[in-house]
């Protein structure tokens, strides 16, 4: 069995960065996964438990040094990772508060996922809401206008998709033509 050594993780890094896009803490948990494959793997080969952890504790030290030196470099960078993001979620109809809480676990800082979300070509809250209704073929863009029943339904259904209650009333009040235009 190898040794996992820095050549062997920035490699890694590397590989995992010209398929993906990556925050730094992201690229840290990929080498942290790849460090925790390479344990098992040695321990299986009947190497010893001690020096196992030994390793893998200087390869995780390692990752996390290769992870800011990617950052450093520009390979990394977690505020254009969060911007692209936040435009691709939100013009594909995700709310704020689910694009900001996918922000926060892919590893963004908190202020740079607020930040993304303001950003000039990030779609706003209305917009992201009326892309969600046309997906779901509600509102503005069902079959035929809603009983109260299912005005209550829809409701919900924006709601569990984190989007608010003035901002849903207000995108199941247009019409199907002012929605359109508004989605350009």
Do not use: Y
Not at 10 to 31: D, I, K, N, P, W
Not at 152 to 157: E, I
């Amino acid at each position: 069995m190898p040794r996992i050594d820095d050549a062997a993780l920035h490699e890694a890094a590397l590989a995992h960065l010209a398929r993906f896009s990556a925050t730094e803490a992201g690229l840290r948990r990929v080498l942290a996964n790849r460090i925790r494959r390479w344990a098992r793997e040695a321990g299986q080969g009947g190497r010893d438990a001690e020096e196992i952890a030994a390793e893998a504790a200087r390869a995780t030290e390692a990752a996390a040094r290769i992870a800011r030196r990617l950052v450093e470099a520009g390979a990394v960078d977690d505020a254009a990772f969060a911007a692209s993001r936040a435009r691709r979620l939100r013009g594909s109809g995700r709310s704020g508060r689910a694009t900001l809480a996918h922000l926060l676990q892919k590893g963004v800082a908190p202020p740079l996922a607020a930040a993304a979300l303001e950003g000039e070509e990030v779609p706003d809250e209305t917009h992201a809401c009326l892309v969600a209704c046309r997906r779901r073929r509600i509102g503005p863009f069902a079959a035929a206008a809603p009983d109260p029943d299912t005005r209550r339904k829809w409701l919900a259904t924006l709601a569990r998709a984190g989007f608010g209650g003035e901002v849903a009333r207000r995108a199941l009040a247009m019409s199907r033509d002012e929605a359109v235009e508004r989605l350009g």
